[in-house]
């Protein structure tokens, strides 16, 4: 699976400006992206994601616009306080 990470434009940031926040402090954990596939702007802080049994290490930051596959276990190093808006199953291209 790959994890697509870039920067949005207005449009985008606009869109994700109006959703639910979450926040993590430092630290490492598991997690599974079960039928949905989430998207994520990333408003304060730094982390890397890598699938299990996968070698690829996504790394992104404040600013990044995420997206996380469907059905996608990985673990997750959050390198510093993490804040992002995120939305699930959301087609910016509508």
């Known amino acids: ?3 697509l ?3 949005p434009n ?3 940031k606009e ?3 109006k959703c639910e926040i979450w926040e993590h402090k430092k630290g490492v954990f598991d997690w599974e992206y ?3 596939q989430e998207t994520c702007l990333i408003i304060k802080g730094s982390a ?3 699938g299990k049994n996968e070698s690829a290490e ?3 930051k404040e600013g990044d616009l995420v997206t ?4 996608w276990d990985c673990q997750w190093k959050i390198t510093e306080d993490m804040k992002k808006y995120y939305i699930f199953d959301y087609d910016f291209n509508s």
């Open 68 to 71: 996380f596959p469907t059905n």
């Open 34 to 36: 079960k039928d949905k």
């Open 5 to 7: 990470i870039r920067r």
């Open 15 to 17: 869109i994700m400006k």
């Open 1 to 3: 699976m790959k994890v």
């Open 10 to 12: 207005d449009k985008e």
């Open 58 to 60: 996504y790394f992104f």
């Open 48 to 50: 890397s994601v890598k």
